[in-house]
């Protein structure tokens, strides 16, 4: 199974709405985690990251929480805009000899004007 | 700064047709990274170097070969291609441990 998953393939959201997507990890050994946006045709984009030694890091209108309890990371996106519209991406970094992003399958974000 | 550049951009090949998927990255970074992405999955990874001189598989690398030419440059070969190998390549790179990666905008395989 993947270590890194998602609870939602996709979320509908009203352009305005908070929204809040969910991810799994289960290697411990992990002490790095990245969020990605990928939009469509492009490669995914640098979001937000947090480190094992915290449990809130904000952007703007990102936040990203981690609970390292039940192994499980969620981005936060205030005030949603059609611009959002994206596949996200949790990535976590393995620790141990090399750091290697691992992906899970992504959550497809649609956003109604 | 380009950042990281892949070539080419599509790409259809017969059965059984090589190719080298071409990788470049201009931030002078140590690891780079091929990953392979398929309808409703995440990105795979299928090979990696952690830095110039080193290759290493990742979890799809069977029908894969690499080249880690120069700290630039990160090459993916297929020698005979299948059509399992049909897929969106994304190349990336990192600076060091617990960086954020960079992608490449990708490459649009197609095996008929």
């Known amino acids: 199974g993947e270590s890194v998953g998602l609870h939602l393939p996709t979320l509908s959201v009203q352009e305005g709405d908070n929204s809040i997507i969910n991810c799994a990890y289960s290697n411990s050994a992990s002490d790095y985690f990245i969020w990605y946006k990928q939009e469509s045709g492009k490669g995914p984009q640098f979001i937000i990251d947090i480190r094992s030694n915290m449990d809130k890091r904000q952007g703007q209108r990102v936040t990203v929480l981690l609970n390292k309890t039940v192994k499980h990371l969620s981005l936060q996106i205030a005030a949603t805009q059609p611009g959002d519209s994206a596949v996200y991406f949790c990535a976590e970094n393995i620790a141990g000899g090399s750091y290697i992003p691992t992906f899970g399958r992504g959550t497809s974000l649609i956003v109604h004007p | 700064n380009a950042g990281v550049t892949q070539t080419p951009k599509f790409q259809v090949l017969k059965t059984g047709q090589s190719m080298t998927l071409q990788c470049a990255q201009d931030?002078?970074?140590?690891?780079m990274y091929w990953y392979r992405q398929d309808p409703g999955m995440g990105l795979r990874l299928i090979y990696y170097?952690?830095?110039?001189?080193?290759?290493d598989k990742g979890e799809v690398p069977n029908g894969y070969n690499v080249s880690r030419l120069n700290k630039r440059e990160f090459s993916l070969r297929l020698e005979s291609a299948a059509p399992s190998q049909t897929s969106v390549y994304f190349c990336?790179?990192?600076?060091?441990?617990?960086?954020?990666?960079?992608f490449g905008q990708g490459t649009r395989l197609t095996v008929v």
């Open positions: 990336a790179s990192t600076a060091k441990q617990n960086t954020e990666a960079f």
């Open positions: 931030m002078n970074h140590n690891s």
């Open positions: 170097s952690a830095s110039e001189g080193t290759t």
